[in-house]
């Protein structure tokens, strides 16, 4: 396998960091282009009586594409050593938002971390790296959260 496009789904966490150090030491050794990917899930929204969302939602959201390049910045800035990254910021579920952005951008591998929580949490909620790995249509590195 020769990827030449990595795409990296990270969020603010730890096995979110463990998924880009992994991801970009791929790119480095196929010499492949990466992109990361930031998932805003969306918050309930507050609808005004004239059916407009509260501007509070807009303000929130701003705030959080902000927040977004940011992190997306600095996770480039320490793991990226030059190699070559596209950021992605979009909002939508975590499944849905990394499948979409993966075929949109044409990712022949997408990297992910995953949180590594099992009993009744997993059950309820289910994991959004297995809900990525069922879903999308090219291979998927599922990058453990372990010491």
């Given at each position: 396998?020769?990827?030449?496009?990595?795409?990296?789904?990270?969020?603010?966490?730890?096995?979110?960091?463990?998924?880009?150090?992994?991801?970009y030491?791929?790119?480095?050794?196929?010499?492949?282009?990466?992109?990361?990917?930031?998932?805003?899930?969306?918050?309930?929204?507050?609808?005004?009586?004239?059916?407009?969302?509260?501007?509070?939602?807009?303000?929130?959201?701003?705030?959080?594409?902000?927040n977004?390049?940011?992190?997306?910045?600095?996770?480039?800035?320490?793991?990226?050593?030059?190699?070559?990254?596209?950021?992605?910021?979009?909002?939508?579920?975590?499944?849905?938002?990394?499948?979409?952005?993966?075929?949109?951008?044409?990712?022949?591998?997408?990297?992910?971390?995953?949180?590594?929580?099992?009993?009744l949490?997993?059950?309820?909620?289910?994991?959004?790296?297995?809900?990525?790995?069922?879903?999308?249509?090219?291979?998927?590195?599922?990058?453990?959260?372990?010491?």
């Amino acid at each position: 396998m020769n990827f030449k496009k990595i795409l990296i789904a990270v969020d603010n966490s730890t096995c979110s960091e463990k998924a880009a150090q992994t991801g970009y030491e791929m790119a480095t050794k196929f010499g492949a282009e990466v992109a990361l990917l930031n998932i805003i899930e969306p918050a309930p929204a507050t609808v005004n009586p004239d059916f407009t969302l509260a501007p509070v939602f807009m303000e929130m959201y701003d705030n959080s594409e902000e927040n977004s390049h940011t992190l997306l910045k600095e996770i480039s800035y320490k793991h990226g050593n030059g190699v070559p990254t596209t950021y992605l910021t979009s909002l939508d579920t975590a499944t849905h938002g990394i499948i979409q952005q993966a075929e949109e951008w044409g990712a022949e591998l997408i990297v992910i971390g995953t949180h590594g929580r099992t009993g009744l949490y997993h059950f309820l909620m289910g994991s959004v790296a297995e809900h990525v790995a069922r879903k999308s249509a090219c291979p998927v590195l599922i990058v453990p959260n372990k010491d």
